[in-house]
């Protein structure tokens, strides 16, 4: 079982930055891959940025040169920095791992933090 719990989101005006943190806890042992998801009202949830377990990284086209996804094993917590926020990346930002103990792939959660772009 891991534990995944997100901070740092909040009410921000357009063009201004967060940053997200994501606590694991539990098995940490067993993750391979962790990233940031998120979900407008209305609209499917979507990957926003990957990191697998090379430490190579993805992000959605829509966030790529205004976001960056950075893991620090030692604490682990992954981290989420937006800037130049627009209007459109307000959503709720789930943590997302992906474990394999022996052959067994899961999938963990955050509860979510909420995340809205307003003048």
Not at 39 to 49: H, I, N, S
Not at 69 to 77: E, G, M, V
Not at 80 to 87: E, G, I
Request: net charge neutral; glycine share 10%; charged share 20%.
């Amino acid at each position: 079982q891991v534990q995944l719990v997100e901070s740092g989101g909040g009410l921000v005006q357009p063009g201004g930055s967060l940053r997200l943190s994501c606590a694991a806890s539990g098995s940490i042992f067993s993750i391979t891959a962790m990233g940031w998801y998120r979900q407008a009202p209305g609209k499917e949830r979507e990957l926003v940025a990957g990191i697998a377990s090379d430490d190579s990284i993805n992000y959605a086209d829509s966030v790529k040169g205004r976001f960056t996804i950075s893991r620090d094993n030692a604490k682990n917590k992954m981290y989420l920095q937006m800037n130049s926020l627009k209007s459109e990346d307000a959503a709720v930002y789930y943590c997302n791992a992906e474990t394999l103990i022996g052959t067994k792939e899961s999938a963990y959660w955050g509860q979510g933090t909420q995340v809205t772009v307003s003048s």
